[in-house]
């Protein structure tokens, strides 16, 4: 959708920009399902890229510290206890500018990778930057979608990020649809970014051939030392209406409410839930910021009446030998 048209959306007066919405929404997901999804993050912190957002940065002092590659029984135990509890997707992120086929660490992912798939849930990975190769190994290991997030507009992005570019962003993002995986891409919204920056980073996503499967819509959550420590909130009716715009930007798009939702009392989540929202992060934990408790995000489903995704169980992960003495639950 051309950026012209974006902005007669978000000119629209609210309810009328709902109202389109809604029946854009309704007309492509009518059964009002929202599909729940963990992020469980498998390797935290000592990061070498500067996004100015992120407390796994290694060049902020943060107070988040560098760990490695969790071990895969621990990942399989997270990984099963959230199809559990309802997740249809297990999403794993790791704090590594990228990854390169061969190497000792990307070998553990796939073998990760390969286990998890078999439990009966998507699979989505956020590894940084991914070529061609390292691209098809992924689809081949399992891997339904790959999450790599456009942040911001292209004017804006140098703002946030130097490490790397914007079209090493878009070059990514072609290499994982080259190999046949799905995209999971949105943004974050409070990065000091204006309007018109929010419109082109959906203008960009939506012209996406083909579109992303899923959109995440992030609220900054600013964390500690970082050098967007102190941010205002963003607006509660400025996170709705993007998240109308996105839906009608993206008619057959998961759209997904992520990070921020510690923030939102229940009627901002309903109202995002109105506009198109169909899909949340769900546990315990996003990647280093907190998320609501299982129990209330389930209470608030319930009381608006919203169904959620049933898990597939009819695969299940081999056992997982582990290297080091481990809790008698973590191999089970």
Same mark, same amino acid.
């Given at each position: 959708?051309?950026?012209?048209?974006?902005? @007669?959306?978000?000119?629209?007066?609210?309810?009328?920009?709902?109202?389109?919405?809604?029946?854009?929404?309704?007309?492509?997901?009518? @059964?009002?399902?929202?599909?729940?999804?963990?992020?469980?993050?498998?390797?935290?912190?000592?990061?070498?890229?500067?996004?100015?957002?992120?407390?796994?940065?290694?060049?902020?002092?943060?107070?988040?510290?560098?760990?490695?590659?969790?071990?895969?029984?621990?990942?399989?135990?997270?990984?099963?206890?959230?199809?559990?509890?309802?997740?249809?997707?297990?999403?794993?992120?790791?704090?590594?500018?990228?990854?390169?086929?061969?190497?000792? #660490?990307?070998?553990?992912?796939?073998?990760?990778?390969?286990?998890? &798939?078999?439990?009966?849930?998507?699979?989505?990975?956020?590894?940084?930057?991914?070529?061609?190769?390292?691209?098809?190994?992924?689809?081949?290991?399992?891997?339904?979608?790959?999450?790599?997030?456009?942040?911001?507009?292209?004017?804006?992005?140098?703002?946030?990020?130097?490490?790397?570019?914007?079209?090493?962003?878009?070059?990514?993002?072609?290499?994982?649809?080259?190999?046949?995986?799905?995209?999971?891409?949105?943004?974050?919204?409070?990065?000091?970014?204006?309007?018109?920056?929010?419109?082109?980073?959906?203008?960009?996503?939506?012209?996406?051939?083909?579109?992303?499967?899923?959109?995440?819509?992030?609220?900054?959550?600013?964390?500690?030392?970082?050098?967007?420590?102190?941010?205002?909130?963003?607006?509660?009716?400025?996170?709705?209406?993007?998240?109308?715009?996105?839906?009608?930007?993206?008619?057959?798009?998961?759209?997904?409410?992520?990070?921020?939702?510690? #923030?939102?009392?229940?009627?901002?989540?309903?109202?995002? =839930?109105?506009?198109?929202?169909?899909?949340? =992060?769900?546990?315990?934990?996003?990647?280093?910021?907190?998320?609501?408790?299982?129990?209330?995000?389930?209470?608030?489903?319930?009381?608006?009446?919203? &169904?959620?995704?049933?898990?597939?169980?009819?695969?299940?992960?081999?056992?997982?030998?582990?290297?080091?003495?481990?809790?008698?639950?973590?191999?089970?």
């Amino acid at each position: 959708m051309q950026f012209a048209e974006l902005k @007669k959306l978000h000119e629209l007066p609210f309810f009328e920009l709902l109202k389109q919405a809604r029946e854009v929404h309704e007309q492509n997901w009518p @059964k009002a399902d929202v599909q729940l999804c963990t992020l469980l993050s498998i390797k935290t912190g000592g990061c070498s890229e500067d996004c100015s957002y992120c407390a796994q940065s290694s060049r902020y002092n943060s107070g988040v510290e560098a760990e490695r590659l969790m071990e895969k029984c621990d990942i399989m135990e997270r990984a099963r206890a959230a199809r559990d509890t309802g997740s249809t997707r297990f999403c794993m992120g790791a704090a590594w500018r990228g990854v390169r086929g061969g190497t000792q #660490r990307f070998e553990q992912v796939i073998e990760i990778i390969e286990d998890v &798939s078999k439990l009966g849930m998507e699979v989505c990975v956020t590894l940084g930057e991914l070529g061609p190769e390292e691209a098809k190994r992924l689809k081949e290991a399992g891997v339904t979608a790959y999450n790599h997030n456009l942040d911001t507009s292209p004017e804006h992005y140098p703002n946030i990020v130097t490490t790397h570019t914007y079209d090493d962003r878009l070059r990514t993002i072609r290499n994982v649809q080259d190999a046949g995986m799905s995209v999971c891409c949105g943004g974050i919204l409070g990065l000091g970014e204006t309007n018109d920056d929010r419109l082109k980073m959906i203008e960009v996503i939506s012209e996406f051939n083909p579109q992303p499967e899923s959109v995440p819509i992030n609220s900054l959550m600013p964390m500690p030392g970082t050098p967007l420590e102190g941010t205002d909130p963003v607006d509660v009716f400025d996170l709705v209406r993007m998240i109308a715009i996105a839906r009608i930007a993206l008619p057959k798009a998961k759209v997904r409410l992520s990070a921020g939702r510690t #923030r939102m009392s229940d009627e901002t989540q309903a109202l995002c =839930f109105f506009a198109g929202a169909n899909s949340i =992060f769900y546990g315990d934990k996003l990647l280093t910021a907190s998320n609501p408790a299982v129990e209330k995000d389930r209470a608030l489903l319930e009381r608006l009446g919203l &169904s959620t995704l049933a898990p597939n169980r009819h695969m299940e992960a081999p056992e997982t030998q582990c290297d080091r003495p481990l809790s008698p639950a973590c191999c089970e």
